[in-house]
């Protein structure tokens, strides 16, 4: 069957490394588990995931689905980003930073893929789904293609990418947002709109804090408040995500969304869900942000 090929660009770096953690790579089973994720979150039910995506349990069936990726194109090298912790792009940053991309993080490092960079995926079927099954996959698909992103600190606004084939306008955003809210999803525009990419990681440090501070979710000792917005003691990854795009004009927006709390959230974060009450996303604070994370060295 003829593959489905589709060209992304990244507008924001992407911390995704592979089998050598020293070296960043665009790796088919991270954009494959995306997509599941779209899926499942999207109402999937075990049974349709294991018709398209596959099972190794009890009676192991292969993917109806092939993934790939071709032709990646850095357009420059790796460089890292100079900032203090208490600016807003130091708190974006922060995680990735003591995660241990702190020794990568060098001009000659490989660690990350800059912005600008460039590679296409292939859909193949090996065999048709039922048509609801496949349904659900093409709505999950056009998701992740318009509002995905992937590797470290996916959900705050990292790694995300401009898709050709399926662009960003407001427009097909709200056509989009309504067929996803239905399924429990919440999603609307933050506030920023410029056309400096350079200003992105401090607009989406902000707006996080933004949604931290209005919505009083700071972490606690540790990071251990149990929230929508994730923790890390324990762990328990964000349902809410920053999603920088880039428009027709090359200006650029950030979405805010936030995936159903059965879906993805245990017991306890989901009872302060949903964040994203009515859609209404809370403004950014102005200044730096009031957490004080240790300085980077």
């Not at 989009?176 to 919440?186: Q, T, Y």
Request: glycine share 12%; with cysteine.
């Amino acid at each position: 069957m003829t593959p489905e090929t589709y060209h992304l660009e990244f507008i924001t770096p992407c911390f995704c490394a592979g089998a050598d953690q020293a070296v960043a790579e665009i790796r088919a089973p991270a954009i494959r588990g995306k997509l599941r994720w779209w899926f499942r979150a999207l109402g999937g039910t075990h049974c349709q995931e294991v018709e398209i995506f596959g099972t190794v349990h009890k009676e192991a069936k292969a993917s109806a689905v092939v993934i790939r990726v071709k032709d990646f194109t850095a357009n420059r090298k790796w460089r890292p980003i100079q900032c203090g912790g208490r600016t807003n792009t130091g708190y974006l940053l922060y995680f990735a930073k003591v995660s241990g991309y702190g020794c990568r993080w060098k001009p000659d490092g490989k660690g990350a893929i800059p912005e600008g960079s460039g590679f296409e995926i292939q859909i193949i079927w090996r065999r048709q789904p039922s048509k609801e099954s496949r349904n659900l996959f093409d709505l999950a698909l056009e998701c992740f293609l318009m509002l995905g992103s992937f590797g470290l600190r996916s959900t705050r606004g990292l790694g995300c990418f401009h898709c050709a084939e399926v662009p960003f306008s407001t427009e097909k955003f709200n056509e989009l947002k309504a067929r996803i809210e239905k399924r429990g999803f919440l999603a609307g525009l933050g506030e920023y709109q410029g056309h400096e990419s350079k200003l992105l990681l401090d607009a989406l440090g902000k707006q996080l804090n933004g949604l931290r501070r209005k919505k009083g979710y700071s972490a606690g000792p540790n990071g251990s408040n149990l929230t929508p917005l994730g923790s890390s003691n324990p762990r328990q990854a964000s349902a809410v995500y920053l999603r920088p795009v880039r428009e027709s004009d090359n200006s650029y927006r950030i979405v805010v969304f936030e995936a159903p709390k059965e879906k993805v959230l245990g017991e306890k974060s989901g009872r302060r869900a949903p964040l994203l009450r009515g859609s209404i996303i809370p403004p950014p604070v102005d200044g730096s942000p009031g957490g004080r994370p240790p300085r980077w060295r």
